[in-house]
T-cell receptor
Framework: QQQVKQSPQSLIVQKGGISIINCAYE??????FPWYQQFPGKGPALLIA?????SEKKEGRFTISFNKSAKQFSLHIMDSQPGDSATYFC????????????FGQGTTLQVKP | KAGVTQTPRYLIKTRGQQVTLSCSPI?????VSWYQQTPGQGLQFLFE???????NKGNFPGRFSGRQFSNSRSEMNVSTLELGDSALYLC?????????????FGPGTRLTVT
């Protein structure tokens, strides 16, 4: 019940294209869903996050879509750029008095020029 | 504002030794969490500290321990190191644990056990 499943494991997109990464969770008590971006040699950086009371959140070229009934959420990167090439992690948390994050396995994104 | 800092950045240890890693949270942040990142297991939660108290612990053996000081700085210790402990150890800080408090990660400490 604590798992977060992420797909695909790797993704290659042409510059200017849309990158889509999907995550599914099991625990309906999760109420906070962040996405992190990690470059080699760096720690994960918070990209965007959503709560289950909204179905979509957009920040610049990054959009989270959330489907509560299907227990799925996804990250869309519009107009993908070579600088977006990184590993992306989805995560979920049952907040309240803890910030413990359950992470997906990660997606390595390569954006070709 | 300075980000989360972790020291040392790289460590090489031998099986059986122990190691202590340090984390300084973002100024004003009082909650610190630790994660282990490996290629096989991904990012796994180790423990979380707030107000010098461990609030949550992941599924790791007792060889992994931590503590938090009154200035919110945190340390984690791994005793009797095993080869499988080789990993990137990440520290994350937030204002407080729980709802609406986003976590920010440090660059990590790369531990290699030989």
């Amino acid at each position: 019940q604590q798992q977060v499943k992420q797909s695909p494991q790797s993704l290659i997109v042409q510059k200017g294209g849309i990158s889509i990464i999907n995550c599914a969770y099991e625990n309906t008590a999760f109420d906070y869903f962040p996405w992190y971006q990690q470059f080699p040699g760096k720690g994960p950086a918070l990209l965007i996050a959503i709560r289950p009371d909204v179905s979509e959140k957009k920040e610049g070229r990054f959009t989270i879509s959330f489907n509560k009934s299907a227990k799925q959420f996804s990250l869309h990167i519009m107009d993908s750029q070579p600088g977006d090439s990184a590993t992306y992690f989805c995560a979920a948390s049952r907040t309240g008095n803890t910030g413990k994050l359950i992470f997906g396995q990660g997606t390595t994104l390569q954006v070709k020029p | 504002k300075a980000g989360v800092t972790q020291t040392p950045r790289y460590l090489i240890k031998t099986r059986g030794q122990q190691v202590t890693l340090s984390c300084s949270p973002i100024s004003g942040h009082r909650s610190v969490s630790w994660y282990q990142q490996t290629p096989g297991q991904g990012l796994q939660f180790l423990f979380e500290y707030f107000s010098e108290t461990q609030r949550n612990k992941g599924n790791f053996p007792g060889r992994f321990s931590g503590r938090q000081f009154s200035n919110s700085r945190s340390e984690m210790n791994v005793s009797t190191l095993e080869l499988g402990d080789s990993a990137l150890y990440l520290c994350a800080s937030s204002l407080q644990p729980g709802q609406a408090y986003e976590q920010y990660f440090g660059p990590g400490t790369r531990l290699t056990v030989t």
